[in-house]
């Protein structure tokens, strides 16, 4: 018992030793002393290893500002009700650095290389990073050549007729193409401004290491709308591309954007330097899955290149709760990976000593050795309907069901899926949160 008092003892030691340190640095050097930059990268990486949460995020910043980049931190989750971030290593949480204008009840459809990509009540789109408090106003939507604003910009008109001939490259679209039935047979399509986020908008993927002077976006829009759009620092408005399939994810990987269709085709983009469009070809086979049950399909690239498609699926059952009656709506996910060598998709049972994180966020896939408090064999998800959790939100039901539904707090809440064990777990450090808006996950940056 003294033993383990002691060994206590001196962690804390330890610990109160290392902040000295990281706050010397951080701190202006009198002359003849040394700065962080002189210090040795394995120094500095030993350091920020062993420091507390928030000590860490300030050391963190204090070297990325003299050019050190240390370990990428494990992911954290962002709870935008809230305007704070968890922290899944440490099971600790902070108050996030972006201002109310970038953050504060946004709606976060977006996260890479450490920025998220947020949508406000009024349409617009920013890109922010939670760690060091920048933000940055992405292309405004109306930079689509058939969305204008109306009534002040309180409700956005999309031409529908113009848009389907971008969508399908000047053909009519096919008969069996899933639309809304005002969408295909009106001339117009309107929603209001906060609607935007709920039935237009799907998720906005970054290109990696984006900033806000440099940066290639992709906006994946509602499956009924289903063409995507891209946008760059360089060009900076939307260009909406071709796509008869509709997008249903993407992510940047290898210095492109990939993304799967709603019918399983896995595409790569490539922009014209010319004309500034952005035109897709078929990188893989067609993905083949079972549509009973699904929900969403991730695309993904695990940590030797390979990649990934997760599946995630919902079904009803009997409620096993003796003191609930009804149906309760159960998760469950299915991995495949491409195997090149043999051209083809195979499913994976087990996927070693990774983990994979989806929802609105680029779908990551990370080694869990280099990368600590994160369980191997995982799926860390989050909830990426946001139509359907404004809904509860509206009808006072984040945490509860009518009469006649399935209890879908599974679907709805945060959670992670053991892929071997195939049950969700729960994720003790998170405790009791708002659903809405919808958490999120990213990885910070404090470049």
Known sequence: MAGSRRHRQLQRQRERQLAAAAAAAAAPAPAGQFQVQHLPSDLLSEIHHRLAFLTRLAFASVCAASGHRLKPETPWLILPAENEVLSLADGESATVRTSDVAMRGHVAIGSSGGWLVTADD?????????????????????????????????????????????????????????????????????????QMRQVFYRKVVLSESPRPNSYAAMLIMDRCTGAPAFATAEDPSWRMARSPDAVEDAIHHDGRFLSITYTGRVEAWQRDAVTGEFTSGEVAPRLAYEDKHLRRKYLAASTDGRLMAVLKHAKEEDNDDRYSRGKRTRVFFKVQILDRVKGRWE?????????????????????????????????????????????????????????GQADDQELRDVGLYNLKAGRVETILALGKHQLWPPPAWFTPSFL
């Open 122 to 194: 009024r349409g617009a789109l920013r890109m922010t990073n939670p760690a060091t408090g920048a933000h940055a106003d992405l292309p405004a939507i109306t930079t689509v050549p058939f969305i204008h604003p109306v009534s002040g910009g309180h409700w956005f008109c999309l031409h529908v007729e113009p848009f389907l001939q971008v969508r399908f490259g000047g053909q009519p679209p096919p008969p069996t193409t899933e639309r809304r039935d005002d969408f295909s047979r009106g001339r117009t399509y309107t929603v209001t401004a906060a």
């Open 347 to 403: 499913e994976a049972v087990d996927i070693g000593d990774t983990a994979l994180f989806v929802g609105v966020n680029g779908s990551l896939c990370l080694s869990t050795r280099d990368h600590q408090g994160i369980r191997p064999g995982c799926i860390y998800f989050t909830d990426d309907e946001v139509g359907a959790a404004c809904l509860k939100k509206a009808n006072c039901q984040e945490r509860s069901y009518s009469y």
